[in-house]
């Protein structure tokens, strides 16, 4: 380790040398005020800078803290870093005092006590890596898929992972809703999985939200809308909506998945028809077919929807979208009231709030739910919410147990 002068006072060396924990540890035993510069020796190569004031921790930035909107997030994200960082074995380190012209940084981060960040640090040393292991994918690339259970844990971080979890979330996000760090909340995952009370997914699967109402509800669907002999292996639902951004949105809310809209979702011809299915616990699976307005040609669209068991027109205000402002798309729409006779139940979802409506579609279409937001339909509870009205429209009876197919 080299050390300089008095006035800006600094030392450098190698973390091989001296750890960044020991480092910490003694830049807080010596009151020191200044930035400690850790350089990761590993692939890819890493820097995180450490502000203190008086040997206390004040603010951590580097690569890899991501732009977030929230003082509260920031902080979080910035003492995960930190903590990762605390973690290195190889590297370099610099520490700079700070000079009589040089003011300690006016930000200030909720960090925790330099006790505080040394335990969790060393725990984190300790299970991270065996934790990645146990993952079936990179940590960014999870999803957490909530399920059900007869008894809450006892486990504190265990209870608070499970109050966080509505819908598929990403493994990524759930520390900082639960305000815990990220190695015990990975611990508590896993083993909430290994019990069956959630499960983990690539974000590039599938993700069904596999909760009892979908086990309840669609199986008793299928018995209503298919008579005895008819195939009930899967419930096909078809959505019509405006533009191909909002189809995709309402496709991926109804199987359960949160996939970010692809940037050319507009331009690309493979986004304007969507055809995809995932299975259910219960057995059936949910088999959803997606059209952006101006490629739902009668002819073709015809055959498809009278097969569909629920066709929802999705409406999103909230991007000026109305369907009677263009003729040649309020014929298309005039053009369903024969095409969606052949599905056996219609309804009308619109998004955002206005005093507007769809001229030429309010009769023909009855309404399933108005001025809702994207949060309420990217929810685990909107599907569930969806086929509870349509069997309240077809005078169903349901019964409040899960329906297995036998």
């Known amino acids: 380790m080299k050390e300089g002068g008095a006035s800006g006072e600094w030392a450098q060396g190698t973390l091989r040398l001296i750890g960044p924990r020991d480092l910490l540890q003694l ?3 010596t009151r020191f005020s200044g930035r400690l510069v850790l350089i990761s020796g590993h692939s890819p190569r890493r820097v995180v800078a450490l502000h203190l004031d008086a040997g206390e921790p004040c603010l951590a930035v580097g690569s890899g803290l991501p732009q977030v909107s929230s003082v509260d997030e920031e902080s ?4 995960q870093l930190l903590l990762d960082s605390l973690t290195w074995r190889t590297g370099t380190f610099r520490a ?3 000079d009589e012209n040089t003011e300690v940084v006016s930000q200030r981060q909720t960090l925790g006590t330099v006790g505080d960040l040394l335990a969790a640090a060393k725990e984190r040393a300790v299970l991270w890596p065996r934790l990645l292991e146990r993952l079936p994918a990179p940590y960014d690339e999870i999803m957490v898929v909530p399920g059900s259970w007869q008894t809450l844990p006892s486990d504190p971080t265990q209870l608070a992972v499970l109050q966080v979890l509505e819908k598929p979330t ?3 996000s759930i520390p900082h809703r639960c305000g815990i760090d990220e190695h015990r909340v990975v611990q508590a995952v896993l083993t909430l999985a290994e019990r069956q009370v959630l499960a983990l997914r690539s974000a590039a699967e599938t993700l069904v939200f596999r909760g009892p109402e979908l086990d ?6 299928l018995e209503e809308l298919c008579p005895k002999g008819e195939d009930r292996s899967s419930l096909k639902i078809t959505v019509l909506s405006w533009d191909a951004r909002t189809c995709f949105r309402t496709v991926e809310a109804l199987l359960g998945r949160l996939r970010p809209v692809p940037a050319d979702v507009e331009e690309q011809p493979r986004y304007h028809i969507l055809h995809e299915s995932a299975p259910l616990a219960a057995g059936p699976r949910l088999e959803v077919l997606g059209f952006r ?3 739902f040609e009668p002819e073709l669209a015809a055959p ?3 097969n569909c068991h629920i066709f929802l027109l999705v409406t999103d205000m909230e991007a000026g979208h109305v369907w009677g402002a263009d003729a040649p798309l309020a014929e298309r729409i005039n053009a369903l009231r024969t095409i969606f006779k052949g599905a056996m139940v219609a309804g009308r979802i619109t998004i955002g709030a206005g005093a507007v409506t769809d001229p030429g579609c309010d009769v023909i279409i009855p309404e399933l739910a108005r001025y809702i937001s994207w949060k309420d339909v990217e929810s685990a509870k909107f ?5 509870e009205e349509v069997a309240n429209r077809l005078g169903m009876a349901l019964t409040e147990e899960p329906t297995t197919r036998s």
């Open 96 to 98: 700079e005092g700070l």
């Open 27 to 29: 830049l807080a035993r």
């Open 293 to 295: 307005a101006d490629t």
């Open 76 to 79: 979080f994200r910035a003492r």
């Open 383 to 387: 599907l569930p919410a969806v086929l």
């Open 170 to 172: 990403a493994l990524g």
């Open 304 to 306: 498809l929807v009278q």
């Open 216 to 221: 309840r509800l669609v199986p008793q669907l």
